[in-house]
């Protein structure tokens, strides 16, 4: 059974940074590449990062690239989100999902972990 | 790279068949098969429904198919059921930097 758990969300002041954390069960998460997606209230799925099973590759969103960095820890089975120099626009609901196991697709994905940007 | 375009929402009574559109350009949806469905009912997760235009994981109900002709693909509900109500959004890859691309989303209610 495929398990995520985010963590780490919380009330920040513009320009602040938080970390989040998406710990996986059920599975290796050495050989999976990784996606965070978030959905702001009331609006819709936006892609936000990718990370390669073996951190090798890693590809960001215009919107929040420069401010956003994506990292993993296999040995902890733990893929993190940095967030920096926040913006009331990126208040949202922060998913993380797996790549796959099905081809191009978003397979496996955690209950959220909720930022909100405020001053 | 803006959104793929869904109709807000769409309705149908149970037992009748519903389909939604995610239009996009020749730089995502029509430029390969890698689309896309997921269907996120209030509160929960995002649930892959369909990959690779028409493919469905197991334990998806065979009443969600999915379909493409040119820069639109398609997802149709058949024989909808209560549980069916939900938002549905489609995804594209891009490649590039922006690897991948969301629809604006659906919400699909059963009348």
């Known amino acids: 059974q495929v398990q995520l758990v985010e963590s780490g969300g919380g009330v920040v002041q513009p320009g602040g940074s938080l970390r989040l954390s998406c710990v996986e069960s059920?599975?290796?998460?050495?050989?999976?590449?990784m996606h965070w997606v978030r959905q702001a209230p009331g609006k819709g799925l936006q892609w936000v990062t990718f990370?390669?099973?073996?951190?090798?590759?890693?590809h960001y969103a215009d919107s929040v690239r420069g401010r956003f960095t994506i990292s993993r820890d296999s040995s902890k089975n733990t893929v993190y989100l940095q967030m920096s120099s926040l913006r009331a626009e990126d208040t949202a609901l922060y998913y993380c999902?797996?790549?796959?196991?099905?081809?191009?697709?978003?397979?496996?994905w955690g209950q959220g972990s909720l930022v909100t940007v405020s001053s | 790279q803006s959104a793929l375009t869904q109709p807000p929402s769409a309705s149908g009574s149970p037992g009748q068949s519903v389909t939604i559109s995610c239009t996009g350009t020749?730089?995502?949806?029509?430029?390969?098969?890698?689309v896309s469905w997921y269907q996120e009912h209030p509160g929960k997760a995002p649930k892959l429904m369909i990959y690779?235009?028409?493919k469905r994981p197991s334990g998806v109900p065979d009443r969600f198919s999915g379909s493409k002709s040119g820069n639109t693909a398609s997802l149709t509900v058949s024989g909808l059921q209560a549980e069916d109500e939900a938002d549905y959004y489609c995804?594209?890859?891009?490649?590039?930097?922006?690897?991948?691309?969301f629809g604006s989303g659906t919400k699909v209610t059963v009348l």
């Open positions: 059920g599975f290796t998460l050495s050989y999976t590449g």
């Open positions: 020749s730089s995502d949806v029509g430029a390969h098969d890698h």
């Open positions: 999902a797996t790549d796959g196991p099905r081809p191009y697709s978003f397979g496996f």
């Open positions: 990370i390669r099973y073996d951190g090798g590759d890693k």
């Open positions: 995804s594209s890859y891009v490649g590039g930097n922006n690897l991948y691309v």
């Open positions: 690779e235009v028409s």
